[in-house]
């Protein structure tokens, strides 16, 4: 059974950073990429970070020389650290299975994404 299990989130103040890690287990760490995704309530699901098998990262825009995303085969996992973090950040932070291409203007479109974790909490507030 394939399961991703997200962890690191909590409160955290504006300007400070939390480090979101994404473990799988239960397959063999085949993918073609891991994406980091965040919703808020009432608002559409948004990809935030992606990372090919290769070790290509993209990012959204608004997160670009914030976060950093990186994998690690060996222990199967795939971290989002998250720095300089504002009020809107704030949001489920969730991770997938997916496949991810860079888009126009600096940003990345992502298909098909599975294997969902159930999600860790951030919030940014002072």
């Known amino acids: 059974q394939v399961q991703l299990v997200e962890s690191g989130g909590g409160l955290v103040q504006p300007g400070g950073s939390l480090r979101l890690s994404c473990e799988a287990s239960?397959?063999?760490?085949?993918?073609?990429?891991i994406g980091w995704f965040r919703q808020v309530p009432g608002k559409e699901r948004e990809g935030v970070s992606c990372?090919?098998?290769?070790?290509?990262?993209y990012y959204v825009p608004s997160v670009k020389g914030r976060f950093t995303i990186s994998s690690d085969d060996a222990k199967k996992t795939v971290d989002l650290q998250m720095n300089t973090l504002n009020p809107d950040d704030t949001a489920t932070y969730y991770c997938a299975r997916t496949e991810c291409f860079a888009s126009p203007g600096g940003s990345f479109f992502y298909t098909s994404p599975t294997d969902w974790g159930q999600g860790t909490q951030v919030t940014v507030s002072s």
């Open positions: 239960g397959f063999a760490w085949n993918y073609l990429a």
């Open positions: 990372i090919k098998k290769d070790g290509t990262a």
